[in-house]
Structure formats: structure tokens, C-alpha cells
């Protein structure tokens, strides 16, 4: 891959997702690396064997199509080195067992996936980790939170469902004073808007299932490390045994050289949405950080390069009874979990149920995913859905 154009400038990172991680050494002629399916790696002699120095040796340990994807995502996070793993949140454990041991304290923002949640109440907890739940507003407050047992605090910003901006600068910096290791679930704005470990961050963590596949297709993660906990992750992810089927890999690296596109088209629709729904007198609010009057705008304009296509949406004085008419209404959304395909999904739950450190009273959260659809088409399915959830409620 050229190292920069144009007289020396480095390149930009719409131009190095379609450069990253492609080694003619391993495609020779062709765009895309091989899809490799083995177990087995034979070696060329005995002393070859033992020395176990070979650029691949297992298959669990990587192979040209892995290493291609690992390449690419290491360049565009500006890290030291990748692992892949079988699921995003596959990729959260593995980045909190690399920094983590028994006797440990832990600090974890309060608006973190809740799956992520059940791994500190229930995996780590039975490791003898402890885990203090913190406002994800706290900022540099966070000094305040640590101990001499704290060895990780961990960001998800936006925050899950919520979409509260973390001060990752701020709380990064007071972690490293205390020698805690920082790890930053980077899904919504992925490397091409946030570069997590330029900003303070130790781990970056990707659920490559959203954005990087981009098709709802696959099921991946990835997890980036700086320079001092990279030998960490790497022991860490070698010892669990994780791998990626070859497959899964090919089909994230195609939908990551698209992402830059993608996800400029996502955002640009995602603010049209997110305008109609705040001038609806139905809407309390909508949580988007790119709003100019959402409380996360100032952090996420100064730290973010750009956005995507997620979104919460708080109906005034709504029940229960009448969100699930207006999803029900819906017809351009799909009703399910994840996000970061092609299509709109919507889903809904209450956030009261998935906090302790601080109080939700505004009811259920429906989260929106602005998909490529044209956006004056998803407005009508919007306002329509609405408008039937009034007649039918």
C-alpha cells in the first residue's frame, strides 16, 4: 500500500479503506485476498517446525484473508495491532480479559450495551473483579472514581440507547495517572470518525457486525490496541482460542471498503430524520448527538469527525400501548436488533431497566436506524406510522 500522494500527504481514510490490508505478496495479481479454509499449516522443514517463526502456523493463529482484514483495520485505528473475534460482543470480553485479573476494580460507564453489563455482573464478578458503575457524564470526575485497585475503566460513547457523549480526553487522562488501562466501544462512529486510541483510548473495540460488514450479513468484532497492551490482547485472544471463519472475514472486508460512503449517506439521511422528528409536537426529544440542541453536540463536534445512522427518539407522554402501534404501523422498518446494515430497523426498550448508577424516568427509548432507503420515504413511513398510532391507541 503507498504510504502517502499528492507530494508526501498521508492519505485520508476514505482513500485507505480501499488500500488497507491489500499485500501483493498475498493476492498477487487480483484486488481481493484469497479466502483461505484450513486448519492445517505444513511446514517446510524440522527446523522450521520448531522454531514455530513461520508468518503463519496455525489456522486458529491467521491466515492471508485474517490477516488482510487485522491489516486494515490496524491502519485505519491508527494502533499497533488487531484481533478479530467471532462477535462484537465476543470482542468487548476479550478486551476486558486482557486487562483484568482477579482483585481488580473496574469502572464502567452506566449507558454500556447491557449484554456487556451482564458480562461484569456475571463473568468477571465470579473472577473476583469488581465493578463500579459511573454517570457517563462524569467527565474528569471520573478522578474522583479511582483507586489504586482500578485497572480499566470502560467508555461506550454514545452511550447505548441514550446516546450521552463521553469526555473520552478527559477520563482517559485521569486513568492513565492512575495506571488504568482504557477501553472505548467505538461501534457508532467507527475509525473513520473517531480514531479512539488518538484521543487517550488504550483498546478500541469495533462490533463489526453494524457498520464494517454493512450488509446484515455478518457476525464479527474486532478489538485494536496501542502499543503497551497489545502484547495483552494478543495472549488474551490466543489463549480463548477465538477465530473468525474465513468467510465472515471476506465479507467484512468487502463491506469495509464501502464504509466511507455508506456511512456519509447514512448520517446525511439520518439528519433529515432526526429534523422532521424534533419539529413533531409528538416528540419530546430526539437523541442524536448532531443535533445543534442535543446535550452531547459540543463533545461529539470536537472529537468526532462525522456520524451515522443511529438514533433514539423520546415520544411526549407515549404508553407502552401506543409505541408498539406506531412500530407495528411502520413499514420501511424492520422490527429487530442490531444495526449498520442497508435496511431501517427500529426497536424499543424502557433504560430504567439496565441502570445503577443513574436514574432514566423518560420511558421507553425507541431507537431508529436510518438504513440507504431515500429519506423523504422513510419521513412518510414515520409520519404515517404516527398518525395510526393516535387512531389506534
Avoid at 517463526?53 to 493463529?61: D, E, G, H, I, K
Avoid at 455508506?262 to 446525511?268: V, W
Amino acid at each position: 500500500m503507498p504510504e502517502s500522494n499528492d507530494g508526501g500527504r498521508k492519505l485520508r481514510d476514505a482513500t485507505r479503506l480501499v488500500w488497507a490490508g491489500r499485500d501483493k505478496s498475498l493476492t498477487g495479481p487480483f484486488v481481493n485476498p484469497p479466502v483461505i479454509h484450513a486448519s492445517t499449516v505444513l511446514f517446510d522443514s524440522a527446523d522450521a517446525f520448531a522454531s514455530y517463526r513461520s508468518r503463519y502456523t496455525y489456522a486458529r493463529r491467521g491466515n492471508p484473508t485474517t490477516e488482510a482484514l487485522e491489516t486494515a483495520l490496524t491502519e485505519l485505528e491508527h494502533a499497533e495491532g488487531t484481533v478479530l473475534c467471532p462477535s462484537g460482543l465476543s470482542a468487548c470480553a476479550t478486551a476486558l480479559l486482557s486487562c483484568l485479573s482477579s482483585g481488580d476494580q473496574l469502572l464502567m460507564v452506566d449507558t454500556v450495551y447491557d449484554p456487556v453489563r451482564y458480562i461484569a455482573r456475571t463473568l468477571l464478578a465470579r473472577m473476583g473483579v469488581e465493578t463500579v458503575f459511573y454517570a457517563p457524564l462524569i467527565g474528569s470526575g471520573i478522578a474522583g472514581l479511582l483507586t489504586e485497585r482500578t485497572r480499566a475503566v470502560y467508555l461506550e460513547s454514545p452511550g447505548s440507547m441514550t446516546f450521552e457523549v463521553q469526555d473520552l480526553p478527559a477520563i482517559a487522562a485521569a486513568a492513565r495517572t492512575h495506571g488504568a488501562v482504557t477501553l472505548f466501544d467505538n461501534t457508532w462512529a467507527t475509525p473513520v470518525n473517531l480514531k479512539p486510541l488518538d484521543h487517550g483510548a488504550d483498546l478500541a473495540i469495533e462490533a463489526g457486525t453494524k457498520y464494517v460488514g454493512g450488509h446484515s450479513d455478518v457476525s464479527i468484532g474486532s478489538v485494536s490496541a496501542n502499543a503497551a497492551t497489545w502484547p495483552d490482547l494478543k495472549k488474551t485472544h490466543g489463549t480463548l482460542g477465538l477465530h473468525v471463519a474465513p468467510d465472515d472475514v471476506f465479507l467484512a472486508l468487502r463491506g469495509l471498503r464501502t464504509m466511507a460512503v455508506r456511512l456519509e449517506r447514512h448520517a446525511k439521511s439520518a439528519r433529515e430524520v432526526a429534523t422532521f422528528l424534533s419539529d413533531q409536537r409528538v416528540v419530546e426529544q430526539v437523541l442524536y448527538p448532531p443535533l445543534e440542541d442535543d446535550p452531547g453536540h459540543a463533545i461529539w463536534q470536537r472529537d468526532m469527525a462525522g456520524a451515522g445512522g443511529l438514533m433514539g427518539v423520546v415520544f411526549d407522554g407515549w404508553d407502552a400501548q401506543r409505541i408498539k402501534s406506531f412500530v407495528d404501523a411502520l413499514t420501511l422498518f424492520g422490527l429487530g436488533s442490531s444495526w449498520g446494515g442497508y435496511e431501517s430497523l427500529v426497536a424499543f426498550t424502557d433504560p430504567a431497566r439496565h441502570r445503577s448508577a443513574t436514574a432514566w424516568t423518560r420511558g421507553i427509548v425507541v431507537r431508529l436506524f436510518i438504513g440507504l432507503e431515500d429519506p423523504a420515504d422513510l419521513i412518510a413511513d414515520i409520519k404515517q406510522a404516527i398518525e395510526r398510532s393516535g387512531r389506534d391507541s
